[in-house]
Structure formats: structure tokens, C-alpha cells
């Protein structure tokens, strides 16, 4: 199960998450004036860049249902994605493969992810995986990496 599939999160919990996974390649997470400004040009409910802050500090946590429907909208969930824990999970377990994808820069690859079903979903991600640690060490990017082909030189 991954760490965004955990049950009982709160509404918090799951708009940071995903704050911190849904977002252009090569950029940072979506500012909370980014996310407003969206919402509002969607012609979702208005809401204001401090109303994001408190809704993800946990000092507002019982939005109204457009409110939710707007932020739904903007980061691409379904509504019940902040209701429903099973639902949250498998969303969750989505949104990490194409965030993956994204970074990869694979993201066409993303439009049919849906289309397969979790354990395919599974092992695209793990092939994601191994392919990002393998370029990762051919780059030397990983922390005690040897590029392919060079072994380790014993030192005593």
C-alpha cells in the first residue's frame, strides 16, 4: 500500500498530498495563489489563497461541498477522494504512477494508465522504477553509484 493510501487521513492530509504530487513536470508544487487563481478561472467556488493555507494547516477542516468540488476539479480527483478512504488510496496509488511517468517525461503514457488494471498499473511502476535507478547510476546521480560497466576498486 502506498504511504498516500492510508486510512483515516484527514482532509488535510490529502490536500497536501496532493499539492505535493499533482504539478507540472520540471517546476515546484502549485503555489496556494496558483491553486485560487485556477479554481477561479475554472468558475469553481471562490476561494482564497489563506482559506488553502488553513484547509491544509488543519485549522479549517470542514469546507463546503463546492468549496471541495472546486479543489477536487483543479487537481483532476474525484469529489469523494477527500470522503472515502478506498477511493483516496487507489487515486492516490494513480497519481504516484503519473507523477513518476511525469517525471520521466512520459506523461502520454498517463492518458492510459486508467485503462489498466492495478496489478499492470503495478508493473509499469515498478519498470518506471528500475528504468529511473538505472539512468540515475548511468548519470552517477545515485549517492555511491558506479557507472555501468565499472566495477567498485577495493581499497583496504
Same mark, same amino acid.
Given at each position: ?19 505535493? +504530487? =499533482?504539478?507540472? !513536470?520540471? !517546476?515546484? &508544487? ?8 485556477? /479554481? ?5 467556488? &471562490? ?16 469546507? +463546503? ?5 472546486? /479543489? ?5 480527483? &474525484? +469529489? ?37 488494471? &492495478?496489478? @499492470? ?5 515498478? /519498470?518506471?522504477? =528500475?528504468? @529511473? ?8 546521480? =545515485? ?10 576498486? %577495493? %581499497?583496504?
Amino acid at each position: 500500500m502506498s504511504e498516500g493510501a492510508q486510512p483515516g487521513r484527514s482532509f488535510a492530509d490529502k490536500l497536501n498530498h496532493l499539492f505535493a +504530487t =499533482v504539478h507540472p !513536470r520540471d !517546476r515546484r &508544487p502549485y503555489s496556494m495563489d496558483e491553486v485560487a487563481a485556477g /479554481i477561479t478561472e475554472q468558475g469553481g467556488e &471562490p476561494v482564497s489563497a489563506s482559506y488553502l493555507w488553513m484547509l491544509r494547516k488543519g485549522q479549517r477542516d470542514n469546507p +463546503t461541498i463546492k468549496t471541495v468540488e472546486a /479543489i477536487a476539479r483543479f487537481f483532476g480527483v &474525484p +469529489t469523494a477522494y477527500f470522503f472515502d478512504d478506498e477511493l483516496a488510496g487507489k487515486v492516490d496509488e494513480q497519481l504516484e504512477l503519473l507523477a513518476k511517468m511525469r517525471d520521466a517525461g512520459l506523461e502520454s503514457l498517463g492518458l492510459r494508465a486508467g485503462e489498466l488494471s &492495478p496489478e @499492470s498499473r503495478a508493473a509499469v511502476a515498478r /519498470i518506471i522504477d =528500475v528504468a @529511473s535507478e538505472a539512468l540515475a547510476k548511468m548519470l552517477g546521480v =545515485v549517492e555511491n553509484a558506479e557507472p555501468p560497466g565499472q566495477g567498485r576498486s %577495493k %581499497k583496504s
